[in-house]
């Protein structure tokens, strides 16, 4: 359990190619990406440097889908995420998705804990399908959501109502902010 708690480590040699220190291979990134879906976290060094590679050829990764036309982010958020690198909203960006993340990975776990405690539906033909398919999304989403600084994951109970609405005042005043930097 301790040896999937730490990144796995990719080595990115001089030749480019990307080195699994786990299993002793060489990888690609579609490789790469598996790992983070099933819930892995991965740090991407290069071996000569030592410089972390891992947003690099996060994004690299992110670009490959959306040019495949496995568009998950609409034309107005990414010229958005353009425009924040040039403004003042490159301090609140961060938060703001991380926060956004958070959000809908907490409803859909809610729905899905919702869903569940509801006989009829628990024993309609392909619930379990639709269940097993939330479940390999919240743990792709897992991945999305940076570590340091992210939002930790509200508590069970009446804690977590008072967090969700915490968050929900936190990403209204975020918009907020954000609609005031645009005009």
Do not use: C, W
């Not at 947003?55 to 959306?66: F, K, M, S, T």
Request: proline letters at 5%; glycine letters at 8%; charged letters at 20%.
């Amino acid at each position: 359990m301790a040896e999937t708690a730490k990144p796995l480590l990719i080595k990115r040699y001089a030749s480019r190619r990307l080195y699994n220190t786990e299993t002793s291979d060489y990888v690609t990134l579609d490789d790469i990406a598996g790992y983070i879906r099933e819930g892995r976290d991965v740090q991407i060094i290069d071996l000569k440097s030592g410089d972390d590679l891992t947003r690099q050829y996060l994004l690299q990764i992110i670009a490959e889908h959306e040019s495949r036309g496995e568009n998950v982010l609409p034309v107005d958020v990414l010229t958005d995420l353009v425009r924040s690198y040039t403004s003042q909203a490159a301090t609140v960006v961060p938060q703001f998705l991380a926060a956004s993340f958070e959000m809908l990975r907490q409803g859909q776990t809610a729905m899905m804990e919702n869903l569940g405690k509801m006989a009829p539906v628990a024993q309609m033909p392909g619930f379990e399908a639709m269940r097993a398919q939330q479940e390999a999304f919240l743990k792709a989403m897992g991945g999305l959501v940076p570590g340091p600084g992210a939002v930790p994951p509200a508590e069970t109970g009446t804690a977590a109502a008072g967090d969700l609405d915490a968050i929900r005042a936190q990403l209204a005043e975020l918009q907020a902010t954000l609609a005031r930097m645009g005009k």
